[in-house]
């Protein structure tokens, strides 16, 4: 399989493996080159904020495939441990930090995203992680066996996750949000209450309002952290979950176009007709939403590199799944699919036990859905994709029927 084109993907992370699997089960023949800076087998994310990191999930299950056999057996050129340095448009290749160069016909950013820093006295120092490696993982994990409480910034999907396995452990969580609810700019008000009362329920102490102006250090290990309003909260261990940014250094300075992520089309082609991007650092055209989304998930790193290989081999390709995510905390769990664009819901129906935590959450904009979140109820999510799709298409639904559990989803189109 030497013989032929070059590929190149920059970032072995979940996206970069599959695609190179998805080259080579599309019957491409030429050389695939997959650098990663980290000097792990390209791996998951989900088990590091919750299987793995709870200790439940063995760390050879994190690893999309089986190691350095996988990669021998699909003549992949692995090269691990090494970081790409620049991108050289004009010659086609790209630079490693050895100073080696290796040429490209065409050429997949998989780069992937980086956790967002907080800018306050303190936060560099020992005793702060973040979560978003598996070497971050596994100090984590360390973490929750030796610490005696712990702090928690930000009440996203990383921040919950991380306080419930903290909570498994035994430890005192104090989690901190500047909103007035977790999640409340993704899932809004009546969603994020019932993460609320969640981890109220287990016994997290839950700041919200809050802001921190200094992470309280001594002897470069964290002692708690300083509330604005002059609160100080002890911990000896912080972590920070405020959300990630895109990895677009290596695009920016090749002169590609960034716009809250490497900007592509349909097909993930960048602004340089040779070059793909996908996974967490693109910001793709999606064609039934009609916008340039950014989608940081699991679901979307599987998938969406796979439509970046088959783009890259001349197929024509659009791609087009809607947005999904899924998280587990404590006994819940809970499935996500949809987008709704900022300021657009203008009604949130509730379907089955929102107090027993058994029911599937609707967002609306003008009786259509845009999406659905399934909380601890399963085997639905084709349903609510359909569901949402269908609201992009304009067909409208009967709110009180969509909120009757004895209605099949199918059957709440209005008029039935």
């Known amino acids: 399989m030497s013989s032929g084109p070059t590929f190149v993907i920059v970032g072995a992370s979940l996206?970069?493996?599959?695609?190179?699997?998805?080259?080579?089960?599309?019957?491409?023949?030429?050389?695939?080159?997959l650098i990663g800076a980290e000097p792990h087998y390209p791996y998951e994310r989900p088990p590091l904020s919750k299987g793995y990191l709870q200790g439940a999930e063995e760390r050879d299950k994190i690893f999309v495939h089986s190691g350095e056999g996988w990669y021998a057996e699909h003549q992949i050129d692995l090269r691990l441990g090494t970081a790409v340095t620049a991108i050289d448009r004009d010659l086609r290749q790209v630079v490693l930090a050895s100073g080696e160069t290796i040429g490209y016909d065409k050429l997949l950013l998989t780069t992937g995203s980086v956790p967002v820093r907080l800018p306050v006295p303190g936060a560099d120092s020992g005793g702060v992680l973040h979560l978003r490696t598996v070497d971050d993982c596994e100090r984590l994990r360390g973490t929750l066996a030796s610490a005696s409480r712990i702090a928690v910034i930000g009440a996203g999907w990383i921040g919950l996750e991380v306080a419930a396995a903290a909570r498994s452990a035994g430890l005192p969580v104090t989690v901190i949000e500047s909103a007035e609810l977790p999640l409340q700019g993704v899932l809004g008000p009546e969603a994020g209450q019932v993460f609320l009362d969640l981890h109220r329920g287990h016994g997290v102490d839950f700041r919200s309002r809050s802001q921190v102006t200094e992470i309280l250090v001594r002897a470069d290990a964290a002692t708690g952290v300083r509330l604005a309003d002059g609160t100080e909260v002890s911990a000896d261990a912080v972590v920070i979950g405020i959300g990630v940014a895109p990895a677009t250094g290596l695009a920016e300075a090749a002169g590609l176009e960034v716009d809250g992520?490497?900007?592509?089309?349909?097909?993930?082609r960048t602004s340089d007709p040779v070059i793909y991007a996908a996974?967490?650092?693109?910001?793709?055209?999606?064609?039934?939403?009609?916008?340039?989304?950014?989608?940081?998930?699991?679901?979307?790193?599987?998938h969406q590199p796979a439509a970046a290989a088959r783009s890259m081999l001349g197929q024509a390709v659009a791609y087009d799944r809607l947005p999904y995510f899924f998280?587990?905390?404590?006994?819940?769990?809970?499935?996500?699919?949809?987008?709704v664009p900022p300021g657009t819901c203008d009604r949130v129906v509730f379907r089955g036990d929102v107090g027993k935590r058994e029911f599937i959450a609707f967002w609306l904009a003008g009786g259509r859905v845009l999406a659905g979140m399934n909380v601890n109820i399963w085997d639905v999510t084709d349903q609510i994709r359909e569901l949402a799709r269908a609201g992009l298409a304009g067909q409208t639904v009967d709110p009180d029927r969509l909120a009757n559990p004895d209605i099949p989803l199918p059957e709440t189109a209005a008029g039935w």
Do not use: C
């Not at 967490?280 to 790193?301: C, F, I, T």
């Open 15 to 33: 996206g970069g493996a599959k695609a190179a699997e998805a080259l080579r089960a599309e019957g491409f023949g030429g050389q695939i080159v």
């Open 261 to 268: 992520g490497v900007v592509t089309d349909a097909a993930l």
């Open 279 to 302: 996974g967490d650092a693109a910001r793709a055209y999606h064609p039934l939403l009609g916008r340039h989304l950014r989608v940081e998930h699991w679901s979307n790193a599987l």
């Open 327 to 339: 998280s587990d905390q404590y006994d819940l769990g809970m499935e996500y699919t949809g987008y």
